[in-house]
């Protein structure tokens, strides 16, 4: 079964607390406060597989989790490492949050890895807290909660050379004769309902990887028929491969069907039209052929055509030549927006986010939000007189109530930081 879209639930391990201990040993004398750190969340970390060529696991893995960190133990020791989640995926995946529509990676080299969703860090033990104003801290973090993600997973083929056209005009015969694909192939529509790719090799020794995929229809660009499921397959493409029906035993106009194809090619995303297109003149053997060959000309007089009878090979040389000189000279169509690479991997560029909001509720009330604020929360006890102190000195470091008072916020006043609250005191 071929799968190319997957929605699915990531939650990254938390990570471990850190210890409150402090050394009592014999000749040790003073060993001072030792409660190690806790471990690292696991993350989930996708790898692009060449032996992969569908999403079809993922499709009965909908929600994955991976391992949370251990508690920081005596001595300063750490505690372990959650256990990561390696999910292999096909080359040509790409990897897009839900929330935010935004891509996170996209995965088109073998060996090619991306942490999707990033385990929390573990918390520190109270010996990172000993100072000279403080020697036996009796307070140390909580670990930091992994990342949880909705994310969508899609395949787009890497293939260098797509066919596009109606159904039944050959593509899938073409490219059983052109390579060792083995489609299938029959005398209705829409026999390909999945993409196919085969390996070309070319007489001169060149290859190049060609995608047949599934048969447009006008409106295929909006949702009508089978093609639209498939067109975000050709966007990698660089060389397009159009295969008309000159023979028309369908009844359809050759020159009408162009028009048609290279419209929806151009609906669906105007980049499209921007790579080189060889023109296949299809099935010159039957009656009539000849004739709409010439009205096609005329028609299009400046694009090149190439006449082909796929099922017995003939002509299809000339046709693999100049499609693996339009691959020499055709550079690969980079995803559009703004990106950054990373190890090889791309990345959506996200603006970075403030520390901290501040919002009047009204009536005396206020709320806190923003990563930095909600990790501070997160990661400290507060049935610990010492571990509320501390946070409540972060706040202020951070500025923010300087930021209350600028709003306008009094002494007295309510501040809620997720589900608590706490007063503002001037």
């Given at each position: 079964m071929?799968?190319?879209?997957?929605?699915m639930?990531l939650?990254?391990?938390?990570?471990?607390?850190?210890?409150v201990?402090?050394?009592?040993?014999?000749?040790v004398?003073?060993?001072?406060p030792?409660?190690?750190?806790?471990?690292?969340?696991?993350?989930i970390?996708?790898?692009?597989?060449s032996n992969?060529?569908?999403?079809?696991?993922?499709?009965?893995s909908?929600?994955l989790?991976?391992?949370?960190?251990?508690?920081g133990?005596?001595?300063?020791?750490?505690?372990?490492?959650?256990d990561?989640?390696?999910?292999?995926?096909?080359?040509g995946?790409l990897v897009?949050?839900?929330?935010?529509?935004?891509l996170?990676?996209?995965?088109t080299?073998?060996?090619q890895?991306?942490?999707?969703?990033?385990g929390?860090?573990g918390g520190?033990?109270n010996w990172?807290?000993?100072?000279?104003?403080?020697?036996?801290p009796?307070?140390?973090?909580q670990?930091?909660d992994?990342?949880?993600?909705?994310?969508?997973?899609?395949?787009?083929?890497?293939?260098?050379?797509?066919l596009?056209?109606?159904?039944?005009?050959?593509?899938?015969?073409?490219?059983?004769?052109?390579?060792?694909?083995?489609?299938?192939?029959?005398?209705?529509?829409?026999t390909?309902i999945t993409p196919?790719?085969?390996?070309?090799?070319?007489?001169d020794g060149?290859?190049?990887?060609?995608?047949?995929?599934?048969?447009?229809?006008?409106?295929?660009?909006e949702?009508?028929?089978l093609?639209?499921?498939?067109?975000?397959h050709?966007e990698?493409?660089?060389?397009?491969?159009?295969?008309?029906?000159?023979?028309?035993?369908?009844?359809r106009?050759?020159?009408?069907?162009?028009?048609?194809?290279?419209k929806?090619?151009?609906q669906?995303?105007?980049?499209?039209?921007?790579?080189p297109?060889?023109?296949?003149?299809?099935?010159m053997?039957?009656?009539?052929a000849?004739?709409?060959?010439?009205?096609?000309k005329?028609t299009?007089?400046?694009?090149?055509?190439?006449?082909?009878?796929t099922?017995i090979?003939e002509g299809?040389d000339?046709?693999?030549?100049?499609?693996?000189?339009?691959l020499?000279?055709?550079?690969?169509?980079?995803?559009?927006?703004?990106?950054?690479?990373?190890?090889?991997?791309?990345?959506?560029f996200v603006?970075?986010a403030?520390d901290f909001?501040?919002t009047?509720l009204?009536?005396?009330?206020?709320?806190?939000?923003?990563?930095?604020?909600?990790?501070?929360?997160?990661?400290?006890?507060?049935?610990?007189?010492?571990?509320v102190?501390?946070?409540?000195?972060?706040?202020?470091?951070?500025g923010?109530?300087?930021?209350?008072?600028q709003k306008?916020?009094q002494?007295?006043?309510?501040?809620?930081?997720?589900?608590?609250?706490?007063?503002?005191?001037?």
């Amino acid at each position: 079964m071929f799968i190319d879209r997957v929605k699915m639930k990531l939650k990254a391990g938390n990570g471990g607390n850190g210890l409150v201990a402090f050394r009592r040993e014999k000749y040790v004398p003073l060993g001072g406060p030792a409660g190690g750190d806790g471990g690292d969340g696991g993350d989930i970390i996708f790898e692009a597989d060449s032996n992969k060529s569908t999403l079809l696991d993922l499709r009965y893995s909908k929600q994955l989790t991976a391992g949370n960190g251990g508690v920081g133990k005596p001595k300063k020791m750490h505690g372990a490492d959650g256990d990561d989640v390696l999910v292999k995926v096909p080359l040509g995946t790409l990897v897009k949050d839900l929330a935010t529509g935004g891509l996170i990676a996209d995965l088109t080299k073998p060996g090619q890895r991306a942490v999707i969703a990033k385990g929390g860090k573990g918390g520190r033990g109270n010996w990172h807290f000993a100072s000279a104003r403080n020697s036996a801290p009796e307070y140390c973090e909580q670990g930091e909660d992994g990342e949880a993600k909705e994310i969508q997973v899609e395949l787009k083929l890497l293939a260098d050379v797509g066919l596009v056209g109606f159904p039944s005009v050959g593509k899938s015969t073409l490219l059983s004769v052109v390579s060792k694909a083995r489609p299938e192939i029959a005398d209705y529509p829409f026999t390909t309902i999945t993409p196919n790719l085969g390996m070309v090799q070319v007489p001169d020794g060149r290859s190049f990887v060609m995608a047949d995929l599934p048969g447009l229809i006008e409106g295929a660009s909006e949702g009508k028929g089978l093609g639209h499921q498939f067109l975000r397959h050709i966007e990698r493409c660089r060389v397009i491969v159009h295969v008309v029906d000159m023979g028309a035993n369908d009844g359809r106009d050759p020159i009408e069907d162009y028009r048609i194809i290279n419209k929806e090619l151009e609906q669906y995303e105007l980049r499209l039209m921007e790579r080189p297109q060889v023109v296949l003149a299809n099935k010159m053997d039957l009656e009539g052929a000849e004739d709409n060959l010439k009205r096609f000309k005329e028609t299009y007089p400046d694009i090149p055509v190439y006449p082909v009878i796929t099922l017995i090979a003939e002509g299809l040389d000339e046709v693999l030549y100049k499609v693996a000189d339009l691959l020499e000279t055709t550079p690969e169509f980079p995803m559009t927006g703004e990106t950054e690479v990373e190890e090889g991997v791309l990345y959506k560029f996200v603006p970075k986010a403030p520390d901290f909001t501040v919002t009047n509720l009204g009536n005396h009330q206020w709320r806190l939000e923003g990563p930095k604020v909600e990790k501070l929360f997160k990661m400290t006890d507060f049935e610990v007189e010492s571990q509320v102190y501390r946070f409540g000195q972060s706040l202020r470091k951070l500025g923010v109530d300087e930021a209350l008072r600028q709003k306008g916020a009094q002494d007295g006043d309510l501040v809620f930081i997720n589900d608590f609250q706490f007063e503002f005191v001037e």
